[in-house]
Each structure stands twice: as C-alpha cells, then as structure tokens.
C-alpha cells in the first residue's frame, strides 16, 4: 500500500501546513504550476516526489520534471500532467493518451477546480486536486490524500486549508 499527497498549482507558494498533512504519505504527486525550485526542492527533501511542470514554471523546473509522466503505483497504471482538461472535455493529445494507454488514474491540475470524478468512457479516475497556493480564483487552498493498494484507490481525503 502506498499513501499518496497530491496536489497541483502552488505557484511558488508552499503553504505551511502542506507539509503536516503529507506527514503520513509515502509519496508527494504535484500536477504542475509548481512556480519555483524552492517549493520543488523542498518537497522532494521532504518526501519522494513526482512532479510535471505546467505552463507557469520557468526552465529550472522543466529540467527537473516532465510534461507527462506515465507509471505504475501498487498495480494501478497512472497518468500526471497539467493541462488535462475534464471528462467529456479533455484535448485532443490528452484523449489519445488515454486511448493508448488506458490509465486507472488520470491526474492533472492547471483548471484550480478540485474534482473527482470517474470518467466511464475511458474507465479512469480523473482527479484534479485544485490549487494549493495563493494565485488565482479559488478561495480556499486544497489537497488530496489517498491510498493506492492492489490497484485499488482507498480512503481518499480533500483537505482544505483555509482561506
């Protein structure tokens, strides 16, 4: 089993409770828009940490992350990038991504809209974690927490952290 932090959209901006949260995780998702090497590096002094840039950070952080990554967590093949769009919605690359390789779990950030959502047409769950930093509409900050066990995703948590 494997407890997971997700979140997406900091922009430069490491809220502090973010790090208590994840105290109990095994690993820290960030769905891109990460805004600075610091909130980066910091995350991954913390824990292991998988990260896609999104369209806000800069060529430091693109050097250190991918626009995609494609992997397999507790027997539960995963899908993470930014800019996903939504079920019904998604862009052309996107849905072709989801066609060839029929991810489990189809995680992006970029829209600062948290939703969970189960997508039947491509048999994944989509999962946007809004925004977790201070830029942009959203009002309050979130994140998501969850377990991955024999393919299985368990006792999934949004944490708000206030205004």
Same mark, same amino acid.
Not at 7 to 18: A, K, M, N
Not at 95 to 104: D, G, K, M, N, S
């Given at each position: 089993?494997?407890? /997971?932090?997700?979140?997406?959209?900091?922009?430069?901006?490491?809220?502090?409770?973010?790090? $208590?949260?994840?105290?109990?995780?095994?690993? /820290?998702?960030?769905?891109?828009?990460?805004?600075?090497?610091?909130?980066?590096?910091?995350?991954?002094?913390? %824990?292991?940490?998988?990260?896609?840039? *999104?369209?806000?950070?800069?060529?430091?952080? %693109?050097?250190?992350?991918?626009?995609?990554?494609?992997? $397999?967590?507790?027997?539960?093949?995963? #899908?993470?990038?930014? #800019?996903?769009?939504?079920?019904?919605?998604?862009?052309?690359?996107?849905?072709?991504?989801? #066609? &060839?390789?029929?991810?489990?779990?189809?995680?992006?950030?970029?829209?600062?809209?948290?939703? !969970?959502?189960?997508?039947?047409?491509?048999? &994944?769950?989509?999962?946007?974690? *809004?925004?977790?930093?201070?830029?942009?509409?959203?009002?309050?900050?979130?994140? /998501?927490?969850?377990?991955?066990? $024999?393919? %299985?995703?368990?006792?999934?948590? !949004?944490?708000?952290? *206030?205004?």
């Amino acid at each position: 089993m494997r407890r /997971i932090g997700l979140l997406s959209d900091t922009h430069g901006y490491l809220h502090p409770r973010i790090l $208590e949260h994840f105290q109990e995780c095994d690993e /820290i998702w960030h769905a891109g828009d990460i805004g600075s090497s610091e909130v980066l590096d910091t995350l991954e002094a913390f %824990k292991p940490t998988r990260a896609v840039w *999104g369209n806000i950070d800069s060529y430091d952080i %693109k050097i250190k992350t991918s626009q995609m990554l494609l992997f $397999e967590c507790e027997g539960m093949k995963v #899908i993470l990038t930014h #800019i996903g769009g939504r079920p019904q919605k998604y862009p052309p690359k996107i849905t072709q991504q989801l #066609i &060839t390789h029929r991810p489990e779990l189809f995680i992006c950030g970029h829209s600062h809209i948290l939703r !969970v959502q189960y997508d039947h047409t491509f048999r &994944t769950l989509y999962i946007n974690p *809004g925004a977790a930093g201070r830029y942009g509409a959203q009002l309050i900050p979130t994140l /998501i927490r969850f377990d991955i066990h $024999e393919g %299985k995703i368990d006792n999934l948590e !949004v944490i708000e952290l *206030g205004r």
